[in-house]
């Protein structure tokens, strides 16, 4: 099969690949280098550097909103269009250019999860399971029928960027057994998504790192393993603003204020929630790495309580 596929952040490379094992790729389409690093240097995608590495021909148009766009797209006669992680909206005139249309890896267990952060806002909701869904892509928003999908647990202390790993890899998985199938003339039937249990996952604001200690210490371990590694969560500490990279939830009564620190030890620092305590086990001062607070105490010796 002729296939062009689109896609941008590491998230994409492992479907890449798995798309180009028996296929050809025709194209790849990825966004415009942006500036990135200290010299705000114009970079690469990951995907673009993955498709240079084979040979593939690589596009990055701002937009499909020109008859040009299109044009190109079309010449290059794709039987299907695979899109992950892209980042552009596709009008439905690109939509139905792909003899199959357009097959897109998403990151969720559809209906739910809808939007561009499904892996972090499955973790700060505190959810226990996971998936990744193969849909035929429509103009909604993440609104079209699931192809194939399968699901996996998350694990109890689970990162945002472990879960995007191990997602990665399942789409990837998802992906190859749907070009299976059309490579044996068989195409995934398409089942509807239900209209209950939609729910969207908004982009992530580095706004929302700052953590709010009259939450529930629940809901802060939770903000805590989704937003690592990206945007890192932070928080005043002792007089310190610190970025958590690990802590768990403590169900302890107490009756101190918010944001209290309760307890200093080499197995944590305590802090007190508006409801419970969190335990900060991994963290990283201003221009420092992250470390354990065994080692942040002994650099704090101040703060030793226990």
Known sequence: MRIVFAGTPDFAVPSLRAAAQRNEVVAVYTQPDRP???????TPSPVKREALLRGIEVVQPENFKSVVSKDALRAFKPDLMIVVAYGLILPQSVLDIPTYGCWN????????????????????AGDTQSGVCLMQMEKGLDTGPVLLSQALDIGENETGGQLHDRLAALGAQVLVDGLGLLRAGIRPVPKAQPGIGV????????AEAKLDW??????????????????????????????????VAVDEAHNVAPGTLLRAARDGLDVACGEGVLRIRVLQREGGKAITVADYLNGRPDLRMA
Do not use: C
């Open 36 to 42: 990135a690093g200290r010299g705000r240097e114009l």
């Open 105 to 124: 890896v998403h990151a969720s267990l559809l209906p739910r999860w809808r939007g561009a952060a499904p892996i972090q806002r499955a973790i700060e």
């Open 199 to 206: 729910t969207y996952a908004h982009k992530l604001d580095k």
């Open 214 to 247: 009259s939450q529930p210490a629940i809901v802060l371990a939770n903000k805590v393993r989704a937003f690592n590694p990206w945007p890192m969560a932070e928080a005043v500490v002792a007089g310190e603003r610190l970025r958590l990279h690990g802590a």
